[in-house]
């Protein structure tokens, strides 16, 4: 069962249009969202983070946006750049006994054209 | 701070052989993870380690399987009898709850395992 759900599986984005992924997921008890990018060959690096308590966090281009009662989370990517292409996974983990244990999503491959 | 270090980047096996891999976590990192990726998937959780207790394995961790953090620094994950199906990047990563760094859990570039 996937804990998180990620769409689309793919993106082709123009240079300089907004990248927008989209994540949702069921277990109330998840209390820490990041986003990671991966190249290929490369392990996933963290992009950004975000926590329930805010609704919104921006780190320069991107942007994480929270929904906590629809349990919904997207990563808006502004002024996307061919550099962005990448695979890109949301993913949550929650306190407690799971110790950060991080589940992913699917991942989402982003092409951006110059 | 050089980052979670493994080892080897690749090993191309035949079926039937044991691998073993080597994680080195950041420094000060007292919990480290070994997760698996195929491709197009995500990353999938292995195991867990908080110093050297390993505190949770996946269903995924089939007794061929084992890994140790003997004095809670570098990690081992050792594949007996090695399948087809084990072939996958195999990445480790740790954290560092208590530091500035929170939850964050950072990857190493993984160790990409084919199995002929």
């Known amino acids: 069962q996937q804990q998180v759900k990620q769409s689309p599986q793919s993106l082709i984005v123009q240079k300089g249009g907004i990248s927008i992924i989209n994540c949702a997921y069921e277990n109330t008890a998840f209390d820490y969202f990041p986003w990671y990018q991966q190249f290929p060959g490369k392990g996933p690096a963290l992009l950004i983070a975000i926590r329930p308590d805010v609704s919104e966090k921006k780190e320069g281009r991107f942007t994480i946006s929270f929904n906590k009662s629809a349990k919904q989370f997207s990563l808006h990517i502004m002024d996307s750049q061919p550099g962005d292409s990448a695979t890109y996974f949301c993913?949550?983990?929650?306190?407690?006994?799971?110790?950060?244990?991080?589940?992913f999503g699917r991942g989402t491959q982003l092409t951006v054209w110059p | 701070d050089t980052g979670v270090s493994q080892d080897p980047r690749h090993k191309i096996t035949k079926r039937g052989q044991n691998v073993t891999f080597r994680c080195d976590p950041i420094s000060e990192h007292n919990r480290l993870y070994w997760y698996r990726q195929t491709l197009g998937q995500g990353p999938e959780f292995l195991t867990y380690?908080?110093?050297?207790?390993?505190?949770?394995k996946s269903r995924l961790l089939s007794d061929r399987f084992s890994a140790e953090r003997p004095k809670g620094s570098f990690s081992t994950l050792e594949i007996q009898r090695t399948e087809q199906g084990d072939s996958a990047m195999y990445l480790c990563?740790?954290?560092?709850?208590?530091?500035?760094?929170?939850?964050?859990?950072?990857f190493g570039e993984g160790s990409w395992l084919t199995v002929v």
């Open positions: 993913a949550a983990s929650a306190g407690g006994s799971t110790l950060g244990r991080l589940y």
């Open positions: 990563a740790s954290s560092a709850p208590g530091l500035q760094s929170g939850n964050t859990i950072y």
């Open positions: 380690f908080q110093n050297e207790a390993q505190l949770e």
